[in-house]
């Protein structure tokens, strides 16, 4: 079972550490072959895995201009590389002082003296430390002093990784679910709270629950209607979600709701997760409400076939 350390100051002593280093956002089809590659070498060493990862994201401290949003929450991360079988996450703060440290400091004060690691595997454009002065170079300079093993993740997968995040946040903003889920190697997810709505949806046949997103920082998905996979605690249910400002209506405003299958419970203010499996269609307006309920019966159908 993987452990989760959040205090860099009690790190238990890693036995013969494999250890990796980076934001890992979205854990997808590109990170898992790192995670694979760093499993495999702890293994052939007898050794341990640690993936060491950073919160909040380094650029909000070191390029905090551009907004950044990210695939997935913190804990969502964990969660997920807690499946993939590592051994060690260590969730490093990363504040202005830990930005500041030198590349030489940062070799020596904290990988070296925090993790005592065996091998070392990184990309060819890591960069750490003030003003992202190290790189593989000063790591495989420093290796004979510090007595550790440098692996070299190979640019075409480095390249691979850069790809995939852009591609899956561009996808997710563009609706594309299906590129999306396919570079992740799972169907993307998000955690909302039920609130109140104008009960229209109930009115027409199909309740829904309203969403507004928990985390600020989390990617908003593209306008569109889903077919997707609803989590209410330990009860799983399909069902489908439209994002965006229901055109048919007058002066309407962004909503996010959801009709659940087989659902008839009062949830407000629970928080549930939805799991967007297929983009069905974009939004549309319709001359009367009645065409509008006659979309909604077929796009339950068509849920109910992708699912």
Avoid at 37 to 63: Q, Y
Avoid at 113 to 127: M, N, S, V
Avoid at 174 to 198: C, H, K, M, P, W
Wanted: aromatic letters at 8%; one cysteine or more; proline letters at 5%.
């Amino acid at each position: 079972m993987m452990q989760v350390h959040r205090t860099i100051e009690q790190l238990p002593p890693f036995l013969r550490a494999a250890v990796t280093i980076g934001t890992f956002d979205g854990v997808h089809q590109g990170h898992q072959k790192i995670i694979a590659a760093l499993i495999n070498e702890a293994k052939r060493n007898g050794g341990e895995s640690v993936i060491i990862t950073f919160d909040p994201h380094p650029r909000r401290i070191v390029n905090n201009a551009q907004p950044l949003q990210l695939i997935n929450t913190l804990e969502e991360k964990i969660a997920l590389l807690a499946g993939s079988g590592i051994d060690h996450l260590v969730i490093v703060p990363f504040t202005p002082a830990f930005a500041a440290q030198s590349a030489e400091e940062y070799i020596r004060d904290f990988l070296v003296a925090r993790f005592h690691p065996h091998t070392i595997i990184i990309g060819y454009d890591h960069h750490f430390g003030q003003g992202r002065q190290g790189n593989f170079a000063l790591l495989e300079e420093q290796a004979p002093v510090y007595r550790y093993n440098l692996m070299e993740i190979p640019r075409y997968l480095i390249d691979e990784i850069g790809v995939s995040s852009t591609q899956i946040r561009k996808a997710l903003l563009q609706s594309d679910a299906e590129t999306a889920n396919r570079l992740l190697g799972y169907d993307f997810f998000f955690e909302g709270r039920v609130i109140r709505g104008d009960q229209l949806g109930r009115k027409l046949g199909y309740p829904t629950a309203n969403l507004e997103y928990t985390d600020g920082e989390k990617i908003r998905l593209g306008h569109g209607v889903y077919a997707v996979y609803v989590e209410i605690g330990a009860e799983k249910r399909k069902g489908m979600l439209s994002i965006g400002i229901r055109p048919t209506l007058v002066n309407s405003d962004e909503r996010i709701e959801v009709n659940i299958f087989d659902w008839d419970e009062e949830i407000y203010d629970a928080i549930i997760c939805v799991r967007v499996h297929t983009f069905l269609r974009p939004q549309e307006k319709y001359p009367s409400l009645d065409e509008l309920v006659a979309q909604l019966h077929r796009d339950k159908q068509n849920s109910l076939d992708a699912l």
